[in-house]
């Protein structure tokens, strides 16, 4: 398809499970975001790349979560040992230059842990 | 502490008036203003923005209005439609920053009665 795509949609995991959520960006976009959207927030930044390169990984809130795009293209978000907190929507957005105004985001993947 | 908020988690509008959607921020280093539109099981959608030097910018019926001293934005829709009914988001990013630095309010869910 054209816009960005999500896998899973939908993921329950049990607390203590690894997850991994994948993102395919637009075709061309150089630039991938994560971010994480709790219950009744706005999205918060978690990661960037530009390229294969991760440039920013700021946000991820602790060292449970790892994200790669080895190639470029689709990039991987891992969570390791998952807690309840980490239930939220994961949107992956991509753009291809650094302007606001043209980030497109997925449909996000909705992980909720048990 | 959030450095941008939407106060109002909802509104109610009839179609065909207006809706008038406010956020506030505190960064003094934001100049550049988004908003998003996110209907459900979808990913936030690009609406309008407005950069610092401007205080309006339009977009057909929707209507951003900038006023740097009250560190105030708000987005109107003029006429409201019931296909306008989605959570809309403001967002920010600071001075020579990048969609990396975007920092999103909790959104405001409209909903646009026919």
């Known amino acids: 398809g054209a816009g960005v795509s999500q896998s899973p949609r939908y993921k329950v995991a049990k607390r203590g499970q690894d997850v991994a959520l994948r993102c395919d960006p637009i075709s061309g976009h150089v630039s991938l975001f994560w971010y994480q959207q709790a219950l009744g927030q706005g999205p918060e930044f978690l990661t960037y790349f530009q390229n294969e390169a991760q440039l920013d990984k700021s946000g991820l809130p602790s060292d ?14 891992k969570i390791q040992r998952t807690q309840q907190e980490d239930s939220a929507v994961y949107l992956c957005a991509s753009s291809s230059g650094p302007s ?11 992980l909720t842990v048990v | 502490d959030q450095q941008v908020k939407q106060n109002s988690p909802s509104l109610s509008v009839q179609e065909g008036r207006i809706s008038i959607l406010n956020c506030d921020y ?17 990913g936030p959608t690009f609406l309008i923005s407005i950069s610092s ?54 959104g405001t869910q409209l909903t646009v009665l026919p």
């Open chain 2, 26 to 42: 505190t960064n003094s280093m934001f100049d550049y203003f988004l908003w998003y539109k996110k209907y459900p099981a979808e």
């Open chain 1, 64 to 77: 449970r979560f790892f994200a790669e795009r080895p190639e470029g293209s689709v990039s991987t978000l």
């Open chain 2, 53 to 106: 030097i401007k205080d309006k910018n339009e977009d057909g019926r929707f209507t951003v209005f900038l006023n740097k001293s009250a560190k105030h934005l708000s987005l109107h829709i003029v006429p409201s439609q019931p296909g306008d009914s989605a959570v809309y988001f403001c967002a920010a990013i600071p001075k020579s920053g990048s969609a990396r630095q975007l920092t999103f309010g909790s």
């Open chain 1, 100 to 110: 606001g105004n043209t980030i497109y985001f997925g449909e996000g993947s909705w």
